[in-house]
């Protein structure tokens, strides 16, 4: 299975934007990018995924490198709600289950 | 509306005792995923359900740990003479279609089991 590598904490000051890097560099061809977050004492919630282009939604910005070995989520304007641990994930064709590593501790200062 | 539940939220056993942890998936879901997690890590796939047929039981930590789905709708994960390192957060997870990696999944709140 392709591995993805995060850092395992960032800091970010309230209201200002929160750049989350994801290393992904054995990728395949058809492997989705996702990410999901999971805040304390809940399971995890999807955030977003694509698989080539850029992606936007309410949640958040998914910026896909262009060899697709890297991607970035994007917050626009932290909140102190968006304190959580972010989760890069690649989903292969052939099967559906979620392979999670450790990732990203986001702690958001007032 | 409805997400994914689980029940018991909490559950202590003591170290031989067997328990049995539900999952409730959101109605009309295809596909349904059992995961563990230990504290500090992320989640680890146990097994997966495409309706009623379990399909992928290559997680299961051992054969003490046990799933089913007999009506492809509630499901129940088993663990048998549990012992200390089970404890962790039972995740189940649910998704609307079957197969392609683009589904995203619905996570329940999962349950703390306990074994002491």
């Known amino acids: 299975d392709a591995k993805t590598t995060q850092p395992n904490s960032m800091e970010s000051n309230e209201e200002e934007p929160v750049h989350l890097p994801c290393n992904h560099s054995?990728?395949?061809?058809?492997?989705?990018i996702h990410w999901y977050r999971q805040l304390p004492s809940q399971g995890p919630e999807y955030v977003i995924h694509?698989?080539?282009s850029n992606v936007n939604n309410r949640m958040a910005s998914l910026a896909i490198a262009e060899d697709r070995k890297s991607s970035t989520l994007i917050l626009h304007r932290a909140t102190l709600r968006d304190a959580a641990v972010y989760y890069c994930?690649?989903?292969?064709?052939?099967?559906?289950?979620?392979?999670f590593g450790p990732g990203t501790s986001l702690s958001v200062i007032p | 509306g409805a997400g994914v539940s689980q029940s018991p939220r909490y559950k202590v056993a003591k170290r031989g005792q067997d328990v049995a942890l539900r999952c409730d998936p959101i109605?009309?879901?295809?596909?349904l995923f059992w995961y563990q997690q230990a504290l500090g890590q992320g989640p680890e796939f146990l097994t997966y359900?495409?309706?009623?047929?379990?399909?992928?039981k290559s997680g299961l930590p051992s054969d003490r740990f046990f799933a089913e789905r007999p009506e492809g709708s509630v499901s129940t994960l088993k663990i048998q003479r549990t012992q200390q390192e089970d404890s962790a957060v039972y995740l189940c997870?649910?998704?609307?279609?079957?197969?392609?990696?683009?589904?995203?999944?619905?996570f329940g709140p999962g349950t703390r089991l306990t074994v002491t």
């Open positions: 997870a649910s998704s609307p279609l079957a197969g392609g990696p683009s589904y995203e999944q619905y």
């Open positions: 054995t990728i395949s061809g058809t492997d989705y």
């Open positions: 694509g698989l080539t």
């Open positions: 994930i690649l989903r292969k064709t052939s099967y559906d289950k979620v392979i």
């Open positions: 109605s009309g879901h295809v596909s």
């Open positions: 359900f495409q309706n009623e047929a379990q399909l992928d």
